[in-house]
């Protein structure tokens, strides 16, 4: 009797292997960069998630664990791009102690990681490394390292170190990302990291994240690394939105196509305004309306953050469902004011507030969890670009986002009710 054989990334030009991958956010952007030679693989714990997965069509490794795999697994021996987003939270917080100090037990870890020349002796260092997390109170402080692993497998144990390395979390663990480019410039990557904002890229929701970006370039590891540059306004409290460019097409709906179309007219303004959530809930919501979170704002927690239909969400979290919405209409005076309550966000919602496709296929019953989690797939198609082009995503990307459908064996009875 023959069995399937698992699943593995083939040859390609730019082979990802994505860690941590989550529901794919990253990868959906590999498949719109398809024809750039972009091939991916997720290693993915959760089984809610690998099921999204699955319904999505991506490719995830058989073997659930990060730490259970390596460079030179078969299913991701091809890899010359590392990608992923490790679970931060035990660090996550700014001002909480324990934060600050699994923070500084991370960067001490990473240096001991740092400056190997060959096999053993850095397997020996990660035993050690290793020995220390196993012993953390919180395992999921030592998940950090495990890119870093990774990279320094590729090239001492595989002995071919990868082309790109792409990682990135929670604006908190900046300084993590900072320290690995030092440590990886030493070994041979031009390297640097940056806090981005979701918003400045069209997405409809307001989110910083780290972001670290190395290539590698050991003749040249001082050089300034290309990082994405905002094509959209940036969202402040109080600031008016800018008006949306001039263009015949869209003069009969601005709205059509806002949240997924490429930046319009970029020769005549600099940057387009910024994605709200009017935006993206054109074709569910009423046009003015308010979104109310779930979360208090400058630590009351009766201040609950505010957000209208012209503006950008605030960031979309696990809890998102918690978010109220209420309908604006205008009184007699031609003001603005609250009105009845509307139904709460639905899965699918929640994902186009990430700017995933309308008919991403979301499983189980953890939605809200998965969506939180993504690593918004506009903002992945910015990253991508920079680190494995050098250059700002083609126009035509965003209409094939806006435009992608799940693959046949995709059912919808396998989906979340969306009330």
């Known amino acids: 009797m023959t069995h399937p054989s698992p699943p593995s990334l083939p ?19 590999a498949v719109i960069m398809k024809e750039e030679g972009v091939e991916s693989i997720g290693v993915e714990w959760d089984d809610a998630t690998r099921a999204t997965r699955a319904a999505a069509g991506l490719l995830t490794t058989e073997v659930k664990d990060v730490a259970a795999l390596g460079p030179c697994d078969p299913s991701v021996i091809e890899a010359n791009v590392l990608t992923g987003g490790p679970p931060c939270q035990s660090f996550s917080v700014a001002g909480n102690r324990k934060g600050h100090k699994a923070l500084e037990e991370v960067l001490r870890l990473a240096t001991r990681l740092a400056d190997h020349e060959d096999e053993a002796s850095f397997e020996a260092a990660w035993k050690e490394v290793k020995g220390k997390t ?3 109170s919180d395992d999921r402080t030592g998940f950090v390292l495990q890119p870093l692993r990774w990279i320094m497998e590729a090239k001492l144990k595989r ?6 390395v792409v990682l990135e979390q929670v604006q908190t663990v900046l300084p993590v990302w900072k320290h690995f480019a030092e440590i990886l410039r030493r070994t041979g990557y031009a390297a640097d990291a940056h806090v981005l904002h979701t918003e400045d890229f069209g997405v409809p929701q307001t989110r910083r994240r780290a972001v670290l970006i190395a290539q590698w370039d050991p ?19 109080g600031l008016e939105r800018l008006l949306p460019a001039t263009h015949e097409d869209a003069a009969t709906d601005p709205l059509d196509g ?11 303004r600099e940057k387009e305004p ?13 046009r003015d309306f308010v979104l109310v979170s779930n979360y208090g704002s400058g630590g009351d927690p009766k201040n609950r953050g505010r ?12 809890k998102f469902r918690r978010n109220r919405l209420f309908l604006l209409k205008e009184n007699e005076s031609g003001e603005k004011e609250v009105g009845e309550e509307l139904d709460r966000l639905s899965p699918e919602e929640g994902g186009l507030l990430q700017s995933f496709p309308a008919r991403y296929p979301w499983q189980s019953t953890d939605v809200a969890q998965q969506i939180g989690n993504a690593v918004p797939p ?19 990307w965003f209409t094939r986002l806006e435009k992608w459908k799940p693959p046949v064996h995709s059912t919808p009875k396998d989906r979340p009710e969306s009330r």
């Open 134 to 136: 196993d012993a953390m």
């Open 274 to 286: 910024w994605a709200s959530v009017g935006d993206a809930l054109a074709a569910t919501r009423p």
């Open 307 to 318: 957000r209208t239909s012209d503006e950008p969400a605030a960031t979309i979290t696990g």
């Open 219 to 237: 003749e040249n590891t001082e050089r300034k690394v290309y990082f994405p540059e905002a094509t959209h306004q940036r969202y402040r409290k």
């Open 11 to 29: 040859p390609a030009k730019f082979g990802l292997v994505d860690l941590f991958a989550g529901p794919g956010g990253l990868d959906i952007a």
């Open 258 to 268: 806002a949240l997924f179309a490429p930046p319009r007219n970029a020769k005549e």
């Open 378 to 396: 506009r903002l992945s198609l910015h990253v991508l670009s920079a680190a494995l082009l050098r250059e700002r995503p083609k126009d035509e």
């Open 159 to 164: 002995r071919r170190p990868y082309e790109v």
